[in-house]
């Protein structure tokens, strides 16, 4: 969060600071290196077609225009078939959906096709003794119908002896086609021949509507294409909804720059510092933000004598950019940036003390206990404030709940049809 603390760290030691970071290609990876203190020398930011198995790339958007999510996704499994046959139709494919429910219907799906083509076991690459043998250690119902057809289904909603199962009979192609959900791309390294994202949306449950997958989360997506063992190159299938064949196009090919997302957790992070010590005064909270990379962000470099506090010499001789309207500053002039800096503490220090986080003296801040319980359990400000406010030492289970129930930190998790059921 901000570079004050390795730079001590290097200073107390004596030795450099060594960083091993790992990402896509970055537009602005100077930018980065820079806020690091990392010399030009030890930067390496490599284009995104720099690959061990080089990737194809195929978008494809005809045929899918319609404006309700479910009815675009059900039009996109023919396609995902007939990506399988064309590109892949030995190798191992894995299929990224957006939810437990489309990686059933898919897999369905695509049972059906085979069918068609009078060749319902395709992708089922184990003798029938085998195949029942394992079948016998299955729970999800699901997941046992779909694996005597070669298809494997991977999601939170199967017990952890049936993802183990799937991942290990799909890493020995005892299966040829696994369908899962986008949380793979981060976790198990299952690499395939042929990668193909069913459609870049998602439900999100804190904004209760489709939204679309962060482009970090497509590029991980399509980098599971390719197996540098055994592949020469590898393949990856898009199918994006009419009107956003254009976007991924470009930005698919080209390295996206990094932003600083500190504006959005500020509060908790201030409210650490002054639970550690660090910030003591407004002044305290000014000088750290000058260490962020948000900081960076918004204020212009310059190479030569610096002609005011706010300005920051660089490494790169000209080659760093800032982006101040990113964060809502159109102005990036030294007098505007403190303005801007002042505001966003003063705010801050005040929706802590109204959360009962933190006591204001003057200028002096001090923390209080809501802050510290916030500080040592990793809590939004909001949520200590919510239980402060209503949980009292009489104060029933059921209510309890509700109140628990409340944290803003479960915002994010939407609840499916079948759990309201269960819940009720």
């Given at each position: 969060?901000?570079?004050?603390?390795?730079?001590?760290?290097?200073?107390?030691?004596?030795?450099?600071?060594?960083?091993?970071?790992?990402?896509?290609?970055?537009?602005?990876a100077h930018d980065l290196a820079d806020w690091l203190g990392v010399e030009d020398i030890g930067l390496f930011n490599f284009k995104p077609s720099v690959r061990p198995v080089p990737l194809e790339v195929h978008i494809q958007a005809s045929g899918y225009p319609g404006k309700f999510y479910c009815p675009r996704m059900n039009s996109m499994n023919k396609p995902t078939y007939a990506a399988i046959c064309t590109h892949s139709p030995t190798k191992p494919v894995l299929i990224f959906v957006s939810s437990r429910r489309q990686t059933r219907l898919t897999a369905l799906d695509l049972i059906q096709f085979a069918a068609s083509d009078e060749h319902?076991?395709?992708?089922?690459?184990?003798?029938?003794?085998?195949?029942?043998?394992?079948?016998?250690?299955?729970?999800?119902?699901?997941?046992?119908?779909?694996?005597?057809?070669?298809?494997?289904?991977?999601?939170?909603?199967?017990?952890?002896?049936?993802?183990?199962?799937?991942?290990?009979?799909?890493?020995?192609?005892?299966?040829?086609?696994?369908?899962?959900?986008?949380?793979?791309?981060?976790?198990?390294?299952?690499?395939?021949?042929?990668?193909?994202?069913?459609?870049?949306?998602?439900?999100?449950?804190?904004?209760?509507?489709?939204?679309?997958?962060?482009?970090?989360?497509?590029?991980?997506?399509?980098?599971?294409?390719?197996?540098?063992?055994?592949?020469?190159?590898?393949?990856?299938?898009?199918?994006?909804?009419?009107?956003?064949?254009?976007?991924?196009?470009?930005?698919?090919?080209?390295?996206?720059?990094?932003?600083?997302?500190?504006?959005?957790?500020?509060?908790?992070?201030?409210?650490?510092?002054?639970?550690?010590?660090?910030?003591?005064?407004?002044?305290?909270?000014?000088?750290?933000?000058?260490?962020?990379?948000?900081?960076?962000?918004?204020?212009?470099?310059?190479?030569?004598?610096?002609?005011?506090?706010?300005?920051?010499?660089?490494?790169?001789?000209?080659?760093?950019?800032?982006?101040?309207?990113?964060?809502?500053?159109?102005?990036?002039?030294?007098?505007?940036?403190?303005?801007?800096?002042?505001?966003?503490?003063?705010?801050?220090?005040?929706?802590?003390?109204?959360?009962?986080?933190?006591?204001?003296?003057?200028?002096?801040?001090?923390?209080?206990?809501?802050?510290?319980?916030?500080?040592?359990?990793?809590?939004?400000?909001?949520?200590?404030?919510?239980?402060?406010?209503?949980?009292?030492?009489?104060?029933?289970?059921?209510?309890?709940?509700?109140?628990?129930?409340?944290?803003?930190?479960?915002?994010?998790?939407?609840?499916?049809?079948?759990?309201?059921?269960?819940?009720?």
């Amino acid at each position: 969060l901000s570079s004050q603390g390795w730079r001590y760290i290097s200073s107390q030691t004596e030795r450099a600071v060594r960083f091993v970071g790992l990402s896509t290609a970055l537009a602005n990876a100077h930018d980065l290196a820079d806020w690091l203190g990392v010399e030009d020398i030890g930067l390496f930011n490599f284009k995104p077609s720099v690959r061990p198995v080089p990737l194809e790339v195929h978008i494809q958007a005809s045929g899918y225009p319609g404006k309700f999510y479910c009815p675009r996704m059900n039009s996109m499994n023919k396609p995902t078939y007939a990506a399988i046959c064309t590109h892949s139709p030995t190798k191992p494919v894995l299929i990224f959906v957006s939810s437990r429910r489309q990686t059933r219907l898919t897999a369905l799906d695509l049972i059906q096709f085979a069918a068609s083509d009078e060749h319902p076991r395709q992708f089922l690459r184990m003798p029938e003794e085998a195949l029942q043998m394992i079948l016998s250690q299955v729970s999800d119902q699901n997941l046992r119908h779909t694996l005597q057809f070669g298809i494997g289904l991977h999601h939170a909603g199967l017990n952890d002896k049936d993802r183990s199962l799937t991942e290990e009979l799909f890493a020995n192609n005892k299966i040829q086609v696994l369908v899962c959900t986008s949380t793979l791309a981060w976790g198990v390294n299952l690499p395939a021949h042929l990668v193909i994202i069913k459609g870049t949306e998602y439900y999100d449950g804190k904004a209760k509507r489709y939204v679309d997958f962060p482009i970090t989360d497509i590029l991980q997506m399509m980098g599971r294409a390719g197996r540098p063992q055994y592949d020469q190159h590898g393949k990856a299938v898009i199918l994006v909804h009419e009107p956003k064949k254009s976007f991924y196009k470009k930005f698919l090919y080209e390295p996206f720059p990094v932003e600083s997302s500190l504006r959005e957790q500020l509060h908790e992070h201030i409210n650490a510092e002054i639970v550690s010590g660090t910030i003591c005064h407004k002044e305290d909270a000014l000088h750290y933000l000058t260490w962020t990379y948000l900081f960076r962000r918004l204020i212009g470099f310059s190479d030569g004598p610096e002609s005011s506090s706010w300005h920051v010499k660089s490494k790169f001789h000209g080659t760093i950019t800032v982006n101040p309207a990113y964060y809502g500053l159109e102005d990036p002039e030294p007098h505007t940036v403190s303005s801007y800096l002042s505001s966003l503490v003063q705010d801050t220090f005040e929706d802590l003390e109204d959360s009962g986080c933190i006591k204001i003296n003057g200028d002096s801040v001090e923390p209080l206990m809501l802050g510290s319980i916030a500080s040592q359990y990793y809590l939004k400000y909001l949520t200590v404030s919510m239980f402060g406010s209503n949980i009292g030492p009489y104060t029933s289970l059921e209510v309890f709940l509700h109140i628990l129930s409340g944290a803003s930190e479960y915002d994010e998790l939407p609840v499916r049809h079948n759990e309201v059921i269960s819940i009720l």
